[in-house]
């Protein structure tokens, strides 16, 4: 039986003004046949939703030997500009790779994908972003600046004042984090000196 193992990566961010490579999403994706026979005909699809924003695109594999690996260098999607631009809000979609053989899909994996205007940045959203598990939950260096700062702001209307510990403690636990370790306090730092330069604390 074949056995396919994916690893892949892609930007959280659908944005005109940020896209690099001629204004595409391309992800880095690399897909190893662990099992023993040799695997042909298969597809590899990179979708986003809403559709709207972007053609989903599609690329196929040659023949893959067992324990051979193959790097997907010219997977990619292209934006539809006139729906970027005609976009009156940031909006939370998803990015998809779907991975087939004929009929059957072999793998398919989505992440968060934050779809936003030209004229955006990411300091603009009010959003944060928790894992629905374990395996999707990110470290916390691997969350934006500005979505720990959205988070430390949301808690802060809730409580209206704390001490600076116990914002953190609060903030982390939002997070999906239950410990304020000294690793951890740089980065609640430049979150909370974010909303310092913006007003909002």
């Not at 809403?50 to 695109?57: H, S």
């Not at 395996?135 to 430390?152: Q, S, V, Y």
């Amino acid at each position: 039986m074949n056995e396919l193992h994916i690893e892949w990566t892609s930007s959280r961010f659908l944005n005109l003004a940020l896209q690099q490579n001629g204004f595409s999403l391309v992800p880095e994706v690399t897909v190893e046949n662990m099992g023993e026979g040799t695997l042909s005909g298969l597809i590899c699809e990179v979708s986003v939703t809403p559709p709207a924003f972007a053609p989903a695109r599609t690329f196929p594999v040659e023949e893959l030997a067992p324990g051979k690996k193959t790097a997907l260098r010219e997977l990619k999607i292209d934006p539809d500009f006139d729906a970027l631009l005609s976009l009156a809000e940031p909006l939370r979609g998803t990015i998809a790779l779907s991975i087939r053989q004929g009929d059957a899909e072999l793998f398919r994996d989505e992440r968060p994908l934050d779809i936003y205007t030209p004229d955006q940045e990411p300091g603009d959203w009010p959003f944060w972003r928790v894992a629905e598990n374990d395996e999707d939950k990110r470290e916390l260096a691997d969350i934006p600046a500005e979505e720990i700062a959205n988070a430390m702001s949301e808690i802060l209307d809730g409580l209206l004042s704390c001490e600076q510990d116990i914002l953190y403690r609060e903030t982390l636990r939002a997070l999906g984090f239950n410990t304020l370790t000294n690793k951890a306090r740089p980065i609640l730092d430049a979150a909370l000196a974010l909303l310092r330069k913006a007003g909002r604390v």
